[in-house]
């Protein structure tokens, strides 16, 4: 299973972007999807999940939407209006079986991609 993360990059206060998350070895379709992100010095935190429902981090919706390409095999989480606050590096992860109680929790992820970095310029 390999789960690969890109779109990240440099931008400033108040733009966009796009992360792709292409899954292999893996049917996204029978896996919650999510992106959780990591800053630096900071533990890990969920940002958004995928499965029967959408789930967020507070502090990022009505910006940030979750989607996928079944497809495609592929997961997005546009990212608008980008604060300093949302620079991290972030992560796709793939978990069975979840369920509103654990979807935000990392420990309950099977897999994870290896990162792609957000850097927000104010």
């Known amino acids: 299973v390999q789960l690969q993360a890109s779109g990240g990059g440099l931008v400033q206060t108040g733009g966009s972007l796009r992360l792709s998350c292409v899954a292999s070895g893996l049917t996204i379709r029978n896996y919650a999807m999510s992106w959780f992100r990591q800053a630096p010095g900071k533990e890990r935190e969920f940002v958004s999940a995928?499965?029967?429902?959408?789930y967020y981090l507070d502090s990022v919706k009505g910006r940030f939407t979750i989607s996928r390409d079944n497809a495609r095999n592929t997961v997005y989480l546009q990212m608008n209006n980008l604060k300093p606050e949302d620079m991290a590096v972030y992560f796709c992860?793939?978990?069975?079986?979840?369920?509103?109680?654990?979807?935000?929790?990392?420990?309950?992820?099977?897999?994870w991609g290896q990162g792609t970095l957000v850097t927000v310029s104010s």
């Open positions: 992860a793939a978990g069975l079986s979840l369920t509103i109680a654990n979807v935000r929790l990392s420990g309950s992820y099977e897999y």
């Open positions: 995928i499965s029967w429902n959408t």
